[in-house]
Antibody, heavy 120, light 109 residues
Framework: EVQLVQSGAEVKKPGESLKISCKGS????????IGWVRQMPGKGLEWMGI????????RYSPSFQGQVTISADKSISTAYLQWSSLKASDTAMYYC?????????????WGQGTMVTVSS | EIVMTQSPATLSVSPGERATLSCRAS??????LAWYQQKPGQAPRLLIY???TRATGIPARFSGSGSGTEFTLTISSLQSEDFAVYYC???????????FGPGTKVDIK
């Protein structure tokens, strides 16, 4: 079964760092882009950025450039999203999603989401 | 930067009725348009890609149409499990850039 499994919920304080993960299985992890999507409480979906684990080519939405870092470790089929200094406004659900191959350029497989809560 | 808009924000429909959701792009995205369904507490699910192709396992009551800047998602006969929020998304092949619309909530009339 093709799936993405994300790390568990996090509760952090402002100014702390954080790295959340997304592990792919059931397919060739290095052959598909993995994107990250933010959903703030009660709000819509926002694309943050995307990485190609095969060569670590990474692209960011202008809204998130410089705010987060996306990386991947292809040896363990895992993508990451990290913050160096969290803010309360980073409180949100974060999803990873696979960009489908061939004609399916949309996000065809999604992780279950990681809830990040930033509060003093 | 391409901006996606969706209308209406909320659509109240009775079970068994037809629902028509609209999505507009600020500039042409060709057929690079996807629709997703999100139910409370769940991750989004891909319904339609390429503006009109149903994803694997998606029932035939879901159909997509349009190209360029105007797109439509039609649910021919709403079932109880279809009450959810629906998002459109444009995707650029290269460089990979994605933009979601604000969503349309389909609720029970």
């Amino acid at each position: 079964e093709v799936q993405l499994v994300q790390s568990g919920a996090e509760v952090k304080k402002p100014g702390e760092s954080l790295k959340i993960s997304c592990k792919g299985s059931g397919y060739s992890f290095t052959s598909y882009w993995i994107g990250w999507v933010r959903q703030m409480p009660g709000k819509g979906l926002e694309w943050m950025g995307i990485i190609y684990p095969g060569d670590s080519d990474t692209r960011y939405s202008p809204s998130f450039q410089g705010q987060v870092t996306i990386s991947a470790d292809k040896s363990i089929s895992t993508a990451y999203l990290q913050w160096s200094s969290l803010k309360a406004s980073d409180t949100a659900m974060y999803y990873c999603a696979r960009r489908g191959g061939g004609p399916i350029d949309a996000f065809d497989i999604w992780g279950q989401g990681t809830m990040v809560t930033v509060s003093s | 930067e391409i901006v996606m808009t969706q209308s209406p924000a909320t659509l109240s429909v009775s079970p068994g009725e037809r629902a028509t959701l609209s999505c507009r792009a600020s500039q042409s995205v060709s057929s690079n348009l996807a629709w997703y369904q999100q139910k409370p507490g769940q991750a989004p699910r891909l319904l339609i890609y390429g503006a009109s192709t149903r994803a694997t396992g998606i029932p035939a009551r879901f159909s997509g149409s349009g190209s360029g800047t105007e797109f439509t998602l039609t649910i021919s006969s709403l079932q109880s499990e279809d009450f959810a929020v629906y998002y459109c998304q444009q995707y650029n092949n290269w460089p990979p850039i994605f933009t979601f619309g604000p969503g349309t909530k389909v609720d029970i009339k």
